[in-house]
């Protein structure tokens, strides 16, 4: 199935911006309850039906059914980063946003990367 | 566990590294003397927040004049941390369609 571009949304938040921290932003709507969504994310049964990551070992920080879920995940080859689900009710279903943030906690590292390119320029 | 981005974003966590990093930006270069009259910490804590960023691979020494050691920014230094963002933006994209895909197939 494929999902069409108007329901997923969202660029990684600018690398950084401003003082926005380095973390990464996408939002899909899907036609089901929040509760429906929440069962795919927190168990162990319904992720294997989408995330296709076994290597990635997960760690529950934080878990408000049917509406938030943080978790902690890191894997051999990348570093542990911090990604929490927000469900929202919409008429249509549910609005999942997901954001995984990088273990800064905050720089800007846009308009430092800018500069870097200048100097390399 | 090769964490080759934790130097960078640890150096970049702390504002007074960032403000050492801008003077850098504003003036092309700077030294411990130039950086101790612009912002309110001693010399050693200067020389230190230095070291964490050229350790972090972000500075790189310019050269000296006398005793004086300039130092400027590292050209590319910061793709590492700009491929993890547009790497991981790019796999939440393809995640959360299989989500869609797999809680509406239960559904219907």
């Known amino acids: 199935m494929e999902v069409e571009r108007e329901a997923m949304q969202g660029e990684p938040r600018p690398p950084g911006s401003g003082d926005a921290p380095a973390e990464v932003q996408r939002e899909v709507e899907i036609e089901a309850t929040p509760e429906q969504v929440f069962e795919a994310l927190v168990t162990e049964q319904g992720r294997e039906r989408w995330l296709d990551e076994p290597d990635r070992e997960i760690h529950v920080e934080s878990s408000e059914a049917p509406h938030r879920l943080v978790w902690w995940w890191a894997s051999e080859d990348e570093p542990a980063t911090r990604v929490a689900f927000e469900i929202v009710a919409i008429p249509a279903g549910a609005r999942v946003v997901v954001t995984e943030t990088s273990p800064a906690p905050s720089f800007p590292l846009a308009t430092l990367a800018a500069s870097f390119m200048l100097v390399a320029a | ?108």
């Open chain 2, 1 to 108: 566990m090769s964490d080759p981005l934790g130097p960078v974003f640890f150096a970049l966590a702390d504002p007074t590294r960032r403000t050492m990093l801008a003077a850098m930006v504003r003036d092309g270069s700077a030294s411990v003397p130039s950086l101790t009259a612009t912002l309110p910490i001693s010399r050693q804590a200067i020389a230190k927040h230095l070291a964490t960023l050229e350790d972090a691979g972000l500075l790189e020494r310019w050269g000296s004049t006398g005793r004086e050691v300039r130092y400027g920014l590292r050209p590319h230094a910061l793709a590492p941390a700009l491929d993890w963002l547009r790497d991981a933006d790019a796999a939440w994209g393809r995640r959360l369609a299989r989500l869609k895909e797999a809680v509406e197939s239960t559904v219907e």
